[in-house]
């Protein structure tokens, strides 16, 4: 078993190796399927045993004072928990898998994950305004980042697979495999690969196969047959577009200003949160949980559209105070009630005013779930995918592809509001944002450019020792000492300077009792400063470390030793950059 790994752990390094990587991709499918579906148990197991008719969404049933302090004492129970944490170790959800990918190469803290999984199970059982999405992108993340960190598989691949692990998770919780692959691309890696395709598809497809041999190939939300009814409708579209615009701002508008104004209290803001939650729960039954129940409601129309529009604004306020707070639960679900009920309430109006015009009030509440979600990720091909899955009717795109762009537009142009997650980081000085180039560096290894025809020799090496090593024609001769690695040497240079006897005279050094040998940091020659990096390591991390150890080349060692049996090549700063300017 080693063996293999140590195998697959090289074939990867040194090229993309597609089989290896579509096992790869299935394997973390398999494993993420399986941690959200525990995810799940965990959450729905024990409100189907606590709340009436076994139903895990019938928070309304409780007593006003259950509902009150059941939120409350959840949250209390989250702080006390955090607060045993250390500060690092409380980052949970999609912001944080974006923090991770960009800035720590995709290695995912096991403290972390334990830390989402069980404050997202708080979260649902307390009856927490929350959504299980988040937390599922989060535990796929790390199933994903974790196996590949056990396989000590390289940075680029680690990436792979947390991509994989993040599309089953999206597949697992929507039973939307299409959706779950372009969510991983869109929103978390950002670009699209062919290599990085092939894992994530079959990773998203291995989660759905699970998911469904549990909980049957029913989709999340009970859909009516929907269709548009007449082109005239058009003119209520563009309306509902520039209103899921117009809430989607204002959800991230709260978002951002209740994280500026959180206090820095651990205990005050989870304080504050619990009794949010327990006020709202008071006053509106229905703000309780995840609230599929109530989306379901929207789409067969069997809600006024006064209740739609209160229960619309009452989710967008709790769920961005929530978010700001520091809530460590989803955005997505609620992002979808949002939207079913705000679309619910326009079609509502559409129907009271021109009943011959406008399509059933179901329809307007799917186009509404897809554009809410698209401006708050601005992630308008997730939405459409999402909403062609759910609905199994490719009818529905076309008037869909209209609101959901008009709502893009409104909420980034019209208000100026980026992405939730991105816009959440740049509070904490982060940013997301990646440049074509950067992105080319981190989907590719040292090993890919590196110069693997070289020799390791000793710094004090005889005439022989020499002869021996240039007898493979290598490019470098890395060099050795008591301190380590201490630089590359051109093996030209060696070799022009063993042909020239009056030369070679000059630069001989005679040790005692031994043969005289040839000080390789004194002989002429064309010599590269040296530092160490991982075959595991991408071409950006070699371009950071050169930078930040002021070196022109890197050795690329096996395994976690640095030693002169571990070095397998040797990368150079100019050839990363011809790299990226004649290769790609």
């Known amino acids: 078993m080693a063996s293999f790994i140590r195998r697959l752990r090289i074939s990867l390094a040194q090229g993309?190796?597609?089989?290896?990587?579509?096992?790869?991709?299935?394997?973390?499918?398999?494993?993420?399927?399986?941690?959200?579906?525990?995810?799940?148990?965990?959450?729905?197991?024990?409100?189907?045993?606590?709340?009436?008719?076994?139903?895990?969404?019938?928070?309304?049933?409780?007593?006003?004072?259950?509902?009150?302090?059941?939120?409350?004492?959840?949250?209390?129970?989250?702080?006390v928990i955090f607060a045993r944490l250390s500060a690092q170790s409380r980052m949970v959800g999609i912001s944080h898998v974006l923090e991770r990918l960009k800035h720590h190469q995709g290695h995912m803290p096991f403290s972390n994950f334990v830390a989402q999984f069980f404050a997202g199970v708080i979260c649902a059982l307390s009856g927490q305004s929350a959504g299980r999405e988040g937390p599922a992108v989060h535990l796929g993340a790390a199933s994903g980042s974790i196996m590949g960190r056990k396989f000590q598989l390289p940075s680029r691949h680690i990436q792979l697979l947390l991509a994989s692990g993040v599309a089953a998770a999206i597949s697992a919780s929507f039973n939307t495999p299409i959706a779950g692959v372009i969510f991983a691309m869109e929103v978390i890696v950002m670009g699209y690969s062919f290599v990085s395709l092939i894992p994530i598809i079959l990773a998203s497809v291995a989660g759905a196969l699970l998911t469904r041999l549990v909980y049957g190939a029913e989709p999340a939300f009970t859909v009516p047959p929907l269709q548009m009814r007449s082109l005239l409708e058009f003119p209520f579209l563009l309306v509902e577009g520039l209103v899921m615009g117009a809430l989607a701002a204002l959800l991230i508008w709260i978002c951002v200003k209740s994280a500026q104004k959180a206090p820095k209290n651990l205990w005050l803001r989870f304080l504050i949160i619990g009794l949010l939650n327990g006020l709202f729960a008071l006053a509106i039954p229905a703000?309780?949980?995840?609230?599929?129940?109530?989306?379901?409601?929207?789409?067969?129309?069997?809600?006024?559209?006064?209740?739609?529009?209160?229960?619309?604004?009452?989710?967008?306020?709790?769920?961005?105070?929530?978010?700001?707070?520091?809530?460590?639960?989803?955005?997505?679900?609620?992002?979808?009630?949002?939207?079913?009920?705000?679309?619910?309430?326009?079609?509502?109006?559409?129907?009271?005013?021109?009943?011959?015009i406008a399509s059933a009030t179901g329809y307007y509440a799917m186009l509404g779930m897809a554009a809410m979600m698209s401006a708050c990720l601005q992630a308008p091909l997730t939405a459409l995918m999402t909403l062609l899955e759910l609905t199994n009717n490719p009818?529905?795109?076309?008037?869909?592809?209209?609101?959901?762009?008009?709502?893009?537009?409104?909420?980034?142009?019209?208000?100026?509001?980026?992405?939730?997650?991105?816009?959440?980081?740049?509070?904490?000085?982060?940013?997301?944002?990646?440049?074509?180039?950067?992105?080319?560096?981190?989907?590719?290894?040292?090993?890919?450019?590196?110069?693997?025809?070289?020799?390791?020799?000793?710094?004090?090496?005889?005439?022989?020792?020499?002869?021996?090593?240039?007898?493979?024609?290598?490019?470098?001769?890395?060099?050795?000492?008591?301190?380590?690695?201490?630089?590359?040497?051109?093996?030209?240079?060696?070799?022009?300077?063993?042909?020239?006897?009056?030369?070679?005279?000059?630069?001989?050094?005679?040790?005692?009792?031994e043969d005289p040998v040839l000080n390789l940091m004194a002989i002429p020659g064309q010599r590269l400063t040296c530092h160490s990096i991982s075959m595991r390591a991408n071409l950006q991390e070699a371009l950071d470390i050169m930078i930040d150890e002021k070196v022109e080349c890197l050795t690329i060692h096996y395994g976690k030793e640095v030693n002169t049996a571990s070095v397998m090549g040797i990368i150079e700063h100019d050839k990363i950059h011809n790299y990226y300017r004649y290769v790609h």
């Open 16 to 79: 993309d190796a597609l089989p290896q990587l579509a096992l790869l991709g299935v394997l973390a499918g398999l494993v993420t399927s399986g941690t959200i579906l525990l995810f799940r148990f965990a959450i729905e197991g024990p409100l189907m045993a606590y709340l009436e008719n076994g139903d895990h969404e019938n928070f309304e049933a409780l007593a006003p004072w259950i509902r009150f302090f059941l939120p409350l004492s959840g949250a209390m129970l989250i702080a």
């Open 395 to 513: 009818n529905i795109l076309l008037p869909a592809m209209l609101v959901v762009v008009i709502a893009n537009l409104t909420t980034s142009e019209v208000f100026k509001q980026k992405a939730l997650f991105p816009r959440l980081l740049q509070l904490r000085g982060l940013s997301t944002d990646t440049s074509p180039v950067e992105l080319m560096l981190r989907q590719n290894s040292v090993l890919s450019v590196a110069e693997k025809n070289i020799k390791v020799v000793p710094k004090f090496a005889s005439i022989e020792t020499l002869q021996l090593a240039l007898s493979g024609n290598p490019i470098w001769l890395v060099i050795h000492g008591e301190k380590g690695i201490l630089a590359a040497l051109a093996a030209s240079d060696v070799a022009n300077l063993l042909m020239n006897e009056e030369s070679l005279k000059e630069w001989l050094e005679v040790m005692e009792d």
């Open 287 to 356: 703000m309780m949980g995840i609230g599929y129940d109530t989306v379901n409601h929207a789409l067969t129309g069997q809600l006024p559209w006064m209740i739609l529009i209160s229960f619309a604004l009452a989710k967008l306020c709790i769920t961005g105070l929530n978010l700001g707070l520091g809530q460590p639960a989803g955005a997505i679900g609620p992002m979808l009630f949002i939207g079913a009920c705000a679309g619910g309430a326009i079609g509502e109006v559409g129907n009271y005013f021109a009943p011959e």
